[in-house]
């Protein structure tokens, strides 16, 4: 693995970890990096390649990737925009880094609950399978909201239950699989509840019979 060196002290800028509420997933993430790949690419590429479509490409803008993985987005985006790509993980971030050798792109091992940016400093945050992992996705999109600049954009590629939905062997198979590496019960409907300051642009069905959904946002 290429030898990185993240901001660690990004961090301590914040009081609260939310990271730290669940250490399990955190070292799962670590061991299961050089597997990742094998599992996800070949199975999303096309439904991650329909929603990065949804990221302008006119004029060069800062885009963040809030919980980058092992950076299996990066061969897909266009190189006129100045990235930051952030994960929890340094050893998905380790993978992630040759892939992003043609953009320009800044690395940063942090917390996708709780940002190490000033508000309002994003034209466009992509939240590609982060939000059914983290343990509070409401405070992923919150922060990501709160990062982005008025009239911007969030891309959100995942998969959720509707509203009312009984899904019982995912909700079963939950308790076991949030610690270890996603959750199967988040509704898309009630975390976007608690950001009131987004707006939703469009909503499709990408995978698995709209289980996993691309989903534009903006911010008013």
Partial sequence: A??????????????????????????????????????????????RTRSLRALPAKEAARVLLSGVGTGLDLPLLPAMHRYTALDFSAAMLSRARPRGARLDI???????????????????????LILAVVPHPEKCLGEAARVLKPGGTILVFDKFLHPRQHAWLRRALNPLTRRLATRMDVVFEDVLREV????????????????FRGIVLRKV
Avoid: C
């Fill in 2 to 47: 290429p030898n990185l060196k993240f901001p660690l002290h990004l961090f301590h800028m914040h009081t609260q970890q939310p990271y730290r509420e669940n250490p399990l997933l955190r070292r799962s993430y670590n061991l299961i990096a050089p597997l990742y790949d094998l599992a996800i690419e070949r199975p999303l590429l096309k439904a």
């Fill in 106 to 128: 800044d690395w940063v091992l942090g917390d996708s609950m709780a940002l190490p940016f000033a508000d309002a400093q994003f034209d466009h945050v992509v939240l590609h």
């Fill in 196 to 211: 009131p300051q987004l707006q939703v642009v469009s909503d499709m069905p990408l995978l698995a019979g709209g289980w």
